[in-house]
């Protein structure tokens, strides 16, 4: 069984805004219980940087125990491996659990004695929200744990961060740092879970699944992916559906967008942007603006309205370009800008992202996983807020021109490439 290492700050990055151990929050990674003699030599650790809740993005459980394999039998953990033995949707608490069935001991031994290596990749939100506390969730994998009698590595996405499933940066990080420099054969390996987007009643009187993350998981990850039922009880496959923009699809019907070489001007110009959050719009201005020294407008950097007026103020003050990209929906929110630039002599434009709020979505995710975390998605209801308020630009407003940009994107890299072409939910 495992144990916690007794470290302050273990394989963390630093940073001047962290709090000390003893002001985190109890129900951080620190409050975990003090350390045991268990059976198998596994030790948690944290990856990441931790966040203000006290939480790093990533809790691993791993140890020379585990022996990097070629073949990786990976699994969820809810509903895949373990129910609530109370019979509750949710457990009251770290030992309100059983196996889903019989079946799960006995082939997670089997397959062990056949050479896997058994890694667990589980998304626990709850952390986040404060409904689970990283102990309690540690007692529970080690209880698992000492009931099989087998050494299982297990990968934690404590919150809504990078390393959240659909997306492939848990199993990334396996790869790159856990599995002892040995490549994985993709034709042998396979990810079991739940979450496989079938309908209600794909089988009599089964309910919907909640969504199709662990099928998209193990396409990005680029290995087989199986639901409980198939993998447990060989049953027929379900039909499902992904649930969101297929990013392939997105991409070949963006080639036939084309954008204009140049939308700057060489007079004193004000452009508004409008979209959505993470419809490109940041993007926008970095190729096309800001190389013509268009001074950067944005509330997420200067936080509030009014520092985003002044600043306007100041950039027209010095006869500077300007470029004022946050959403803008509602006419009474680019009236406020609008004003700032009367009879100061500038051309008045209009940019809208004509990305559409699904593709948005999937953006929003993507950037998060380019940034790891740097860039954190944005809330949903600051998509809804957008569709609520949004009023159509129109040159009555006080524009000279109003023009649709549409979706093309543009790649810094391979791996940002290869993001993007990954499913999100």
């Known amino acids: 069984m495992p144990k916690r290492k007794q470290k302050q700050t273990p394989q963390i990055e630093s940073s001047s805004s962290k709090p000390p151990a003893s002001k985190r929050p109890k129900r951080g990674v620190q409050a975990a219980k003090e350390e045991q003699k268990l059976k198998f030599s596994l030790e948690w650790d944290s990856v990441g940087e931790i966040s203000s809740k006290g939480l790093p993005p990533l809790l691993q459980l791993t140890g020379p ?26 457990p009251t608490g770290p030992k309100d659990w059983m196996f889903l069935s019989e079946e799960v001991p006995k082939k997670l031994k089997a397959i062990y004695d056949d050479g896997f290596k058994i ?22 994998i080690e209880d698992i744990i000492t009931a099989l009698d087998i050494p299982i590595q297990t990968f934690v996405s404590t919150g809504e961060t990078h390393y959240r499933k659909p997306g492939s940066l848990m ?91 140049k939308y700057h001007l060489e007079t004193k110009d004000f452009v508004l942007l409008v979209g959505p959050p993470a419809s490109g719009k940041s993007s926008f201005y970095r190729h096309f603006l800001e190389p013509h020294e268009y001074v ?14 002044e600043a306007a103020k100041k950039a027209i003050s010095e006869g500077k370009s300007v470029a004022i990209d946050n959403t803008n929906p509602s006419t009474t929110a680019r009236a406020a800008f609008l004003s700032l630039t009367k009879n100061k ?27 790891k975390g740097k860039n954190r998605r944005v809330p949903n209801v600051g998509f809804n807020v957008y569709k609520k308020n949004f009023q159509d630009p129109s040159r009555e407003e006080g524009f000279s021109e109003v023009k649709r940009i549409p979706f093309s994107p543009v790649f810094k890299n391979k791996n940002d490439e290869r993001l993007f072409l990954q499913w999100t939910d």
């Open 296 to 309: 950067w407008i944005n509330r997420d950097t200067l936080k509030t309205p009014a520092k985003c007026k």
């Open 345 to 371: 002599g500038y051309t008045v434009r209009c940019f809208i992202l004509d990305t559409p709020l699904e593709l948005c979505h999937h953006l929003n995710m993507v950037r998060q996983n380019q940034s």
């Open 119 to 140: 890694i667990i990749f589980t998304n626990q939100r709850g952390m986040e929200k404060g409904h689970t506390t990283p102990a309690g969730f540690m007692t529970k």
């Open 65 to 90: 125990a585990v022996k990097g394999s070629a073949k990786i039998a990976a699994f969820d953990l809810d509903y895949t491996l373990i129910v609530p033995k109370s019979g509750r949707k949710w």
């Open 171 to 261: 199993w990334e990080h396996m790869l790159k740092s856990h599995n002892d420099g040995i490549a994985v054969d993709t034709k042998e390996s396979y990810y079991v879970g739940d979450a496989a987007g079938r309908a209600k009643n794909w089988a009599p009187d089964k309910p919907r699944d909640f969504s199709c993350s662990d099928r998209m998981f193990a396409v990005n990850a680029g290995i087989d992916f199986f639901t409980p039922e198939e993998y447990f009880y060989g049953e027929d496959k379900a039909p499902f559906e992904w649930r969101s923009v297929n990013p392939k699809d997105i991409l070949e019907g963006a080639k036939d967008n084309q954008l204009e070489d």
